[in-house]
């Protein structure tokens, strides 16, 4: 095989891309991918111990989130980019080697190997994820090691809002330490596995801290889904502090800003959706950018994942850039902030100016901003609702959107269910049913749209209030039922800290994931109730009747 990658959910055949990958990544950037993981693995293990010494470096903190979000699916496929960040590795453990004291410690060999550019690819190919060689422990290992990536992508947003926690970075390098060892026990990955939702949990929290502290708490808000008549830059991915940034600069420019797929909830928080220009929300979810991206006219930016590499033919490919730990092969990237001055947003400014305006392809509004803050000030109501019988169950459907013909019964789920239920959603599963009109329970809409997959963390705050107001002991006593759609390794990340705040009987679809061994797989069933999905009836009757 010329590469080997099962993280998310389209992997091939359910079990891995060994060819090319389902998302677009080639064997090269595959395999590239793979050895800066390997080189990542090398620095926690030096920082870890400097750590322990009290002389841990910020530099490696930073870069082992980096490169650990740079490699979440869909997010960067520049070889040339990935290469680099390799360099910089090599150079950067070969420092922290000379600042530890090993005290004769035998280190791990992938964690002191020293290639050359030339060795490159050959290295690759034996430092990926088949590298251990036992299916279950692999495939713990990988379920750790992908809930690290989900939660790097967590902390990295925060960083960029000067929020850090040094607890987190602690842990995931100390993670990363554990699944290089050759002797760790499945019993062990497993507690890690949970350890790993703990902080994610913790991540989630700082991120939202983060958010909420520059941009104020979402609220209830209609978000336009057509379009004016100046020209537009469409913004994709998750980072508000680009978001904010790009409406700074485009102020007084006669260019309009639009929100593309998980940026969407940007026009929840009041800081942000002040800006007159931030004109609306264009198209669906990320795996439907290519028509999308054709008729928007103007610049995309993508911030972060979710990107489809366009075909020779798009159109559009000339007006891509990426920032951040994106990345695109002959798309323009903007680089990283300096001297504390924001990105330099002006190249994409200059050409939005010489685009038409988008051309419209649906009108109306969809309604979002149903964040922890809003929905615990109508704490009363909801209370109400459940207490008269108005609302039976409210449904997780939270998670991830993707190609699979095999999604529409997110859709067919979401205009099955009783019109006494509620579905709490966040992260771009929600472009299944954010547009059906479902209608509302008393002035309650019976979509409540809390924002992007991390604002799952308010999904999981509003269960916990839920849980005190009613006075139970137990989360799983709510009437709540988890429907999750997964995709990638920030889906993970939250299912892991689910399982570590209780939460049992969490159903997955549209399939299990192909990284879990059968024997891992039965492990989640008998000791958290993990469950895939069937049809929309047979799930519909089994929900309601729990």
């Known amino acids: 095989m010329s590469m080997f990658c099962f993280q998310c959910q389209e992997t091939a055949k359910g079990s891995g891309c060994d060819i090319m990958g389902v998302c677009g990544k080639t064997p090269e950037v595959s395999n590239i991918q793979d050895l800066l993981l390997f080189v990542t693995r090398g620095i926690a293990v030096y920082n870890d111990m400097l750590r322990k010494e009290g002389n841990a470096s910020p530099v490696a903190d930073k870069f082992v989130v980096d490169a650990m979000f740079i490699s979440i699916t869909n997010a960067n496929f520049d070889f040339e980019a990935i290469k680099e960040k390799v360099k910089e590795g090599l150079l950067l453990k070969s420092n922290l080697a000379k600042s530890v004291n090993t005290n004769d410690q035998t280190l791990p060999d992938e964690c002191i190997w020293n290639g050359d550019e030339s060795e490159f690819m050959d290295k690759a190919l034996s430092v990926g994820v088949l590298r251990t060689k036992n299916e279950d422990i692999r495939s713990l290992k990988e379920l750790v090691h992908y809930g690290l990536k989900g939660m790097a992508a967590y902390a990295e947003h925060a960083y960029n809002l000067d929020k850090t926690d040094d607890e987190i970075f602690t842990f995931m390098q100390k993670a990363l330490v554990e699944i290089t060892r050759e002797d760790i026990s499945a019993d062990e990955l497993v507690a890690l596995a949970l350890e790993t939702g703990k902080y994610g949990v913790q991540a989630m929290a700082l991120l939202d801290a983060a958010n909420t502290g520059r941009f104020g708490n979402p609220e209830i808000t209609q978000v336009n889904i057509g379009v004016g008549n100046n020209p537009g830059i469409l913004i994709s991915g998750h980072d508000l502090r680009d978001i904010e940034e790009l409406l700074q600069q485009t102020e007084g420019t006669g260019i309009d ?281 047979e799930d519909i009757e089994m929900f309601m009747a729990r």
């Open 257 to 537: 800003v639009y929100t593309h797929s998980e940026m969407l909830p940007a026009h929840y928080y009041p800081h942000l959706k002040k800006y007159k220009h931030l004109a609306g929300n264009y198209g669906g979810a990320w795996w439907q950018q290519k028509e999308d991206f054709e008729s928007f006219n103007g610049p995309i930016l993508f911030t972060t994942n979710c990107i489809v590499p366009p075909s020779k033919r798009a159109t559009y490919k000339e007006k891509i850039f990426t920032t951040g730990a994106a990345g695109l092969e002959g798309a323009k990237h903007i680089p990283e902030r300096k001297n504390g001055q924001p990105k330099d947003f002006s190249e994409i400014i200059a050409m939005a100016k010489q685009c038409q305006s988008p051309q419209e392809i649906e009108t109306g509004t969809i309604t979002g901003g149903f964040a922890h803050a809003q929905v615990i000030a109508l704490a009363d109501k909801v209370v109400d609702a459940v207490k008269t019988g108005a609302i039976k169950k409210f449904f997780v459907m939270a998670g991830c959107d993707g190609r699979m013909k095999s999604r529409n019964y997110y859709t067919d789920f979401a205009e099955a269910l009783p019109n006494d239920t509620v579905i709490l959603t966040a992260g771009c599963a929600k472009y299944r049913y954010n547009k059906l009109p479902l209608g509302d329970i008393g002035g309650i809409p019976r979509v409540l749209d809390a924002g992007q997959c991390n604002d799952s963390y308010s999904l999981a705050i509003i269960a916990l209030k839920l849980k005190e107001v009613f006075g139970l002991d137990d989360i799983n006593d709510l009437p709540i039922a988890f429907n999750i759609a997964w995709y990638e390794q920030k889906a993970v990340i939250v299912l892991l800290a689910l399982l570590y705040l209780g939460v049992k009987n969490i159903h997955l679809g549209p399939t299990l994931p192909g990284f879990l061994s059968p024997n891992v797989a039965k492990v989640l069933v008998e000791n958290f109730g993990i469950g895939g999905i069937s049809s929309v009836e």
